[in-house]
């Protein structure tokens, strides 16, 4: 064994690292999780989250009587189901349709492009949206005002009642091409002769799609759904709820943009209550464990496959 690790120690470097630092980032902060059953002070430091009072579940209490606890649920439960009801087949299909295209250079350059926008900040997309949707000087708007399709801009970034389907939009642009690369790897791996022989006894495009490529992507698409799933109040796999509500919410459309990641973040910075944010982003990471181990017990029942 020593002779082996001495052989590698070089990627046994490498990996040593990557646990430090999951160690430092990861593990060392949940100390912060006591903060949530303490009278905790930023002026008592580190040693405060140790030392203060214990104070039980009381914030959490104060969280389930708060005045805007049903609309911040709601929010973060609407803007999450929408986005991986909608979001989340999006890739998939893409995949699909990449996988039939035969022109290699078409195909790369669609992939390109698709996934492009994965690596453009929220920040950036948020701006280029006030561009695209501003009511003074839009694209969109002055477009469409001038066409004669609409009489007044549309307050797409004021309005309510459209900041979900921004979010869900916006959501799907930044991050389909991202997530099919997932699945046209799972596609990739495919055998050949499954499609040679499917097209040889006379199966059509969409018959070898429903009985080969579906069925073969299947576990791909599990552990994805699970992941998805778990992240869903945060919407880590279909696009950051946090930075998209923080980043285009606004006084005139808080009553929807208003999510449990910017409440609790309002809460601890913005009013230095740190240990009431922390009781908060403690509660959403109970629900998301709960959530993945639920999804992937179905999953196992439904389809003999999980993620563990």
Do not use: C
């Amino acid at each position: 064994m020593w002779s082996s690790i001495k052989r590698q120690k070089y990627a046994h470097m490498f990996v040593l690292t990557g646990m430090l630092i999951v160690f430092i980032f990861q593990y060392m902060p949940m100390f912060g999780i006591l903060m949530a059953f303490k009278q905790y002070s930023i002026t008592t430091g580190i040693k405060g989250i140790f030392t203060s009072q214990w104070v039980g579940f009381k914030y959490f209490v104060e969280f389930f009587n708060a005045y805007n606890f049903e609309q911040i649920v709601k929010n973060t439960i609407g803007i999450s189901l929408l986005k991986l009801v909608f979001t989340f087949p999006v890739p998939i299909l893409l995949a699909i349709m990449l996988n039939e295209v035969k022109s290699r250079f078409f195909k790369r350059f669609v992939q390109t492009v698709s996934y492009f926008p994965h690596f453009i900040s929220w920040i950036v997309v948020s701006g280029l949206l006030v561009i695209f949707f501003s009511t003074n000087s839009g694209i969109v708007n002055d477009a469409l005002l001038s066409l004669g399709i609409i009489k007044e801009p549309i307050a797409l970034l004021s309005n309510p009642d459209y900041f979900w389907g921004l979010a869900v939009g916006s959501a799907m642009w930044k991050e389909a091409g991202w997530w099919a690369i997932i699945f046209l790897a799972a596609i990739s791996g495919l055998d050949p002769s499954l499609y040679e022989a499917a097209e040889i006894d006379g199966a059509g495009r969409l018959r070898r799609i429903w009985h080969i490529t579906l069925p073969g992507i299947r576990g791909t698409i599990v552990v994805v759904l699970i992941l998805a799933v778990g992240s869903l109040l945060g919407g880590g796999l279909v696009g950051s709820n946090f930075e998209q509500s923080y980043l285009l919410g606004n006084v005139m459309n808080n009553e929807k943009s208003e999510i449990l990641q910017t409440y609790a973040f309002k809460m601890g910075l913005a009013q230095g209550r740190y240990a009431f944010a922390t009781a908060i982003d403690l509660l959403q990471s109970i629900i998301a464990i709960i959530l993945v181990f639920s999804s992937n017990y179905i999953s196992k029942k439904a389809t003999k496959s999980g993620l563990f």
